[in-house]
T-cell receptor, first 109, second 113 residues
Framework: QQPVQSPQAVILREGEDAVINCSSSKALYSVHWYRQKHGEAPVFLMILLKGGEQKGHDKISASFNEKKQQSSLYLTASQLSYSGTYFCGTETGGFKTIFGAGTRLFVKA | DAGITQSPRYKITETGRQVTLMCHQTWSHSYMFWYRQDLGHGLRLIYYSAAADITDKGEVPDGYVVSRSKTENFPLTLESATRSQTSVYFC????????????FGSGTRLTVV
């Protein structure tokens, strides 16, 4: 079952922060996060495993709440290069990751 | 060149024709995947493979066939193309399903007329 992402779209000014949420109705084994720029392939950002871990990646970090079956992606001090569509992918067991519909992020100067 | 490559980059075909999209990776990753991307739906899993000769259906497998006789190749065949299969198709691979993310190919834009 496809995870639900929110918001669907967000517009930021450079330097502002954003949070993108991803929730599932199923118990999660792991959560992936990707960014895709227009006309390009998705690019892997990070993976979080069950156990409630939090990861950081420069000014982009994420958390995983196993109990709530939710993950959040935090973008701080956004830059123009952060613009794109962000996808979460959830794995509930097995070898496959199911992706959400995406959150479009636009950062303006 | 090292990496994951898809071919062709663009393809136009007629309804009812058989089409094969190619995917090749040079890392010897065990796991490979085919996704289609349509506006409003994100990435939807068509088929995946855990190793050579091991494949399984994803979310939207109808009308597609895959094979994986060699670890590095994972072709996707549309047996009889329909207009609803017009989409961008991405192949991906991963070295470890637990701790590694997916690396995607550049995609194939398929138009069925």
């Amino acid at each position: 079952q496809q995870p639900v992402q929110s918001p669907q779209a967000v517009i930021l000014r450079e330097g502002e922060d954003a949070v993108i949420n991803c929730s599932s109705s199923k118990a999660l084994y792991s959560v992936h996060w990707y960014r895709q720029k227009h006309g390009e392939a998705p690019v892997f950002l990070m993976i979080l495993l069950k156990g409630g871990e939090q990861k950081g990646h420069d000014k982009i970090s994420a958390s995983f709440n196993e109990k709530k079956q939710q993950s959040s992606l935090y973008l701080t001090a956004s830059q123009l290069s952060y613009s794109g569509t962000y996808f979460c992918g959830t794995e509930t067991g097995g070898f496959k990751t199911i992706f959400g519909a995406g959150t479009r992020l636009f950062v303006k100067a | 060149d090292a990496g994951i490559t898809q071919s062709p980059r663009y393809k136009i075909t007629e309804t009812g024709r058989q089409v094969t999209l190619m995917c090749h990776q040079t890392w010897s990753h065990s796991y490979m995947f085919w996704y289609r991307q349509d506006l409003g739906h994100g990435l939807r899993l068509i088929y995946y493979s855990a190793a050579a000769d091991i494949t399984d259906k994803g979310e939207v497998p109808d009308g597609y066939v895959v094979s994986r006789s060699k670890t590095e190749n994972f072709p996707l065949t549309l047996e009889s193309a329909t207009r609803s299969q017009t989409s961008v198709y991405f192949c991906a691979s991963s070295e470890d399903r637990v701790r590694a993310g997916y690396t995607f190919g550049s995609g194939t834009r398929l138009t069925v007329v």
